[in-house]
């Protein structure tokens, strides 16, 4: 059973508040991403992490930023929350080892601005 | 570029009926992955199946199984004797690339189907 995970779950916030969504893992895997996702719609990746001190922005252009000091710890923020960010953000892990090197998710934080 | 379909939004299928799932997808790469997720209505995506581009037999993990036909592009997940627990999002992904390639370990995601199973 992988072993990633987000907080909070769910997120209410006010216009223009800054926010960073949590993500860990403990299985040690040197990949980890970020995906934005709709309701009733696909992933789209806005963020991935190939390492240490890696940071690459993804398909869809997103405000929010990341960053990865450790292996085990991939936070995103938004500095100003606005109404259209209002998503659920999905974290993901997945390194080498696995048997087809699929990606492991977090259970999500589902963020409404108002 | 990279392009994944799934043409059917919504399912209802009988308990204990088998159902497919379509998934037609877009690439130039001579090497690529296919996944299937499910994501319950609580959020998290659950692996369920890979086939790789190369895997001369279709890919099976208990009552999950894709039919690859390699030349229609086309990765369809079969569910056989549908349980009420199968209600769910399902996505199809491709991933383009072999694991050589650190350049690029992206998914690109369906916009899935809702399957509902009817007691």
């Known amino acids: 059973e992988a072993d990633i995970y987000q907080t909070p779950r769910y997120l209410v916030i006010g216009t223009g508040k800054k926010i960073t969504l949590e993500c860990s893992q403990t299985?040690?895997?040197?990949?980890m991403y970020w995906y934005q996702q709709d309701p009733g719609m696909e992933l789209h990746l806005i963020h991935y992490?190939?390492?240490?001190?890696?940071?690459e922005k993804g398909d869809l252009s997103s405000e929010s930023t990341v960053s990865r000091i450790r292996t085990e710890h991939f936070p995103l923020t938004l500095e100003s929350a606005r109404p259209s960010h209002t998503s659920q953000y999905l974290c993901?892990?997945?390194?080498?080892?696995?048997?087809?090197?699929?990606?492991?998710f977090g259970p999500g934080t589902r963020l409404t601005v108002l | 570029a990279q392009k994944i379909t799934q043409t059917q939004p919504g399912m209802f299928v009988q308990e204990k009926e088998a159902v497919t799932l379509d998934c037609t997808y877009d690439?130039?790469?001579?090497?690529?992955?296919l996944f299937w997720y499910k994501q319950p209505s609580s959020g998290e995506m659950i692996f369920l199946i890979y086939?790789?581009?190369?895997?001369?037999q279709n890919a099976t993990e208990g009552r999950y199984s894709l039919n690859f036909q390699k030349a229609r592009k086309s990765a369809n997940l079969v569910i056989s004797a549908s349980q009420l627990g199968d209600s769910a999002m399902y996505f199809c992904?491709?991933?383009?690339?072999?694991?050589?390639?650190?350049?690029?370990?992206?998914?690109?995601f369906g916009t899935g189907t809702r399957l509902t199973i009817i007691p």
């Open positions: 993901a892990s997945s390194d080498l080892s696995g048997a087809y090197n699929e990606q492991f």
């Open positions: 299985m040690g895997h040197d990949k």
């Open positions: 992490s190939y390492g240490v001190n890696s940071t």
């Open positions: 690439t130039s790469d001579q090497s690529y992955g």
């Open positions: 086939q790789g581009s190369y895997d001369e």
């Open positions: 992904a491709m991933r383009e690339t072999l694991i050589s390639n650190f350049g690029n370990e992206k998914l690109t």
